[in-house]
């Protein structure tokens, strides 16, 4: 088993009876707490139209945590491209790399990360999504060149800086795209995990090599929820569930508190679409999670995993990334 980096995606998630700007302070805070605890990069992804998590302004909040913090890397997992002009976004990470140079990432999906009638008002074309994604990504490389001095568009910032890119992906598309452009792939197995394993072969065995990377590069998303005991781990998982089961349900209020028996909560489908959901879900103690661990990246072999932590009480989430540090280091030792 080889060793792994780990790192935090964040959704910024609203909690019942907390205001977005303790979104945006909680957010800060497991920031400063995973920098301190060696985590590699802290990502934040795009969502609209959703009252449980605050991250539409995607470009913003990573100037915000990037600001409040010193050393760890900064970024979008993902800016979902086709929302948006590629020369925009180049614009935004452009000035997000000049203002905290060496530390911004630029994740990019394809999808749309809200619903049909938002897609539509963000201006998408689902027709040409297919075609646009690549062509965005090759327009931003374009941007960031040093060789587009003489173009008539120009990203000022943003040329000539060393802004890695990441495609992220949620089925085989994805991994395709991502070998053919010699890119770092990282799979959202936090919410799809049904096409995980055959992306990363795909993305594998197919990998051309490229002037930001000669070897491929694999990042795993999963959910981990860790406590003192298995008890209490399972217990706070159930904000987890219940997000889960609200989005089955389309219906999309703010992060519940935990709750003693789900059954009381969920039907016996939605609960067997909830945990096929979560598949790749850890949650335990540390003993248990360093297990789950092991057995993870033997499966898997991932280069990095990246850790999401849906827990209703901010001091038990800081900890759950403690215990997830943890059980890292102590397997990187094994």
Not at 39 to 45: E, G
Request: aromatic share 8%; hydrophobic share 40%; net charge negative.
């Amino acid at each position: 088993m080889k060793n792994f980096e780990i790192s935090v995606l964040d959704l910024a998630p609203v909690k019942q009876g907390k205001s977005i700007h303790d979104t945006f302070q909680d957010s800060l805070s497991l920031a400063n707490h995973t920098e301190n605890l060696n985590y590699k990069r802290f990502w934040l992804a795009e969502h609209h139209n959703m009252e449980s998590i605050a991250s539409s302004a995607t470009s913003v909040l990573i100037g915000f945590i990037a600001n409040g913090t010193k050393t760890i890397r900064v970024g979008s997992g993902g800016i979902m491209l086709p929302n948006h002009s590629s020369l925009i976004i180049a614009e935004q990470f452009g000035t997000l790399e000049s203002l905290f140079p060496g530390r911004i990432d630029l994740g990019l999906g394809r999808a749309p990360g809200t619903d049909g009638l938002t897609a539509q008002a963000l201006g998408r074309n689902p027709s040409i999504i297919n075609q646009q994604f690549p062509r965005q990504i090759l327009e931003l490389q374009r941007y960031f060149s040093k060789d587009n001095s003489d173009a008539l568009v120009r990203a000022i910032p943003g040329e000539g800086l060393d802004i890695p890119l990441y495609i992220l992906g949620s089925s085989t598309d994805s991994a395709w795209l991502a070998a053919e452009l010699g890119l770092p792939y990282a799979f959202a197995g936090h919410f799809a995990p049904e096409q995980m394993e055959m992306a990363f072969n795909i993305y594998r065995e197919n990998f051309q090599p490229s002037e930001q990377l000669d070897k491929p590069y694999i990042m795993a998303c999963i959910n981990g929820i860790a406590a003192e005991t298995s008890e209490e781990a399972h217990k706070i998982s159930t904000t987890l569930f219940q997000a889960f089961i609200n989005i089955i349900r389309n219906d999309r209020k703010p992060f519940a508190p935990p709750v003693d028996d789900m059954d009381d909560i969920w039907s016996p489908m939605e609960k067997t679409m909830v945990l096929q959901k979560l598949k790749y879900t850890l949650i335990g103690n540390q003993a248990e999670i360093e297990e789950k661990l092991k057995n993870f990246q033997e499966k898997f072999n991932v280069d990095e995993l990246i850790i999401n932590s849906h827990i209703y009480d901010h001091q038990k989430r800081l900890r759950s990334y403690e215990i997830f540090r943890d059980a890292a280091n102590s397997l990187s030792k094994a």
